[in-house]
């Protein structure tokens, strides 16, 4: 079952942080994690708009974590 976290704060207030404790979390307790910065996916939109892209593929966004089980 896949859920989402969305971290959402003022510059400096440790999301990125949270993130990934929570990602290592989530590895250890065996789920795969995926993380994606928001940049990333702002840089995304414009493309995935035109191309009017289904859902499924925000899952092959480039990630800086992957499953490390």
């Known amino acids: ?3 989402t976290c969305c971290c959402l704060g ?3 207030f440790g999301k990125t942080h949270l993130a990934f404790a ?5 590895i250890l307790a065996g789920h795969s994690v995926q993380f994606v910065a928001t940049t990333t996916v702002v ?7 035109s191309e009017a892209a289904s859902r499924s593929d925000w ?4 990630s800086k974590a992957s499953d490390h089980r």
């Open 43 to 49: 840089a995304q939109l414009p493309k995935r708009h």
């Open 10 to 12: 003022h510059l400096a």
């Open 1 to 3: 079952m896949a859920r």
């Open 59 to 62: 899952r092959n966004l480039p």
């Open 22 to 26: 929570l990602g290592r979390e989530a």
